[in-house]
């Protein structure tokens, strides 16, 4: 099997999952895999399309730019910039970006506070954590329609070959050295803000009764 079908495979069940999950509202959300180094290539799910219909058409291949590689009629995501400064600016295989009404909550509860801290929790470990009293932080940066504006604020995060960033009242962006790392953080940030989120709503209740 050539580099680009395994690669386009690996995304498509990725994708698939997240799909399962319902991660996809409205068309939201876009995913990439690094297909070559150098020169820096990438596939990139397609803009504007129902990510949780699998088609042919749902990747195209991006250059170091972010624009298509080949001849294509496919629009690269219109946040394809993001991915960009992820593969220029780490060792990381694999970017995945979803809205969900827990991650958007998460980060409008804590937006001005620039990031959302998270500590005490089993699942810490998912991302390297091990110790008792580990802490994870993710960043939170606010949204810009503008999308050079917001790749050039989101790049100021992406040093780590793995890492989160959430934008504010949008969604959250993770990375991994490779396609199993990056779902494995996603997981673990949606787990940790559902939890945060129903905490808060139960912690809520018990005072009011
Ligand atoms: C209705 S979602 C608005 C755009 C967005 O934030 C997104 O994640 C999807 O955009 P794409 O161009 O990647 O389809
Ligand atoms: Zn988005």
């Known amino acids: 099997m050539s580099i680009q079908r395994k690669k386009w495979a690996e995304l498509a069940d990725v994708k698939k999952e997240l799909a399962a999950r319902d991660w996809f509202f409205a068309t939201s959300g876009n995913l990439s895999i690094k297909v070559t180094d150098d020169p820096l290539t990438f596939f990139v799910t397609a803009s504007g399309k129902d990510k949780r219909k699998q088609t042919d058409e749902d990747f195209l291949l991006v250059d170091a730019l972010g624009q298509p590689a080949e001849a294509t009629h496919l629009k690269p995501s219109a946040e394809t910039l993001l991915h960009v400064e992820i593969y220029k600016k780490t060792k990381a295989g694999c970017a995945l970006h979803v809205h969900t009404i827990d991650n958007n909550v998460i ?39 503008h999308i050079p504006t ?23 962006t993770v990375w991994g050295r490779n396609a199993f790392e990056a779902k494995k953080f996603l997981e673990a940030c949606e787990f940790l803000f559902s939890y945060h989120v129903k905490l808060l709503q139960l912690k809520g209740a018990k005072t009011l009764a």
């Open 107 to 145: 980060s409008e509860l804590y937006g001005d506070d620039g990031e959302v801290v998270f500590t005490g929790q089993e699942i810490i470990k998912a991302f390297g954590l091990w110790e008792e009293d580990a802490v994870f932080r993710i960043p939170i940066i606010r949204n810009h329609a």
């Open 150 to 172: 917001l790749a050039a604020e989101f790049s100021k995060h992406a040093h780590e070959d793995a890492g989160a960033v959430l934008i504010r009242n949008h969604g959250i």
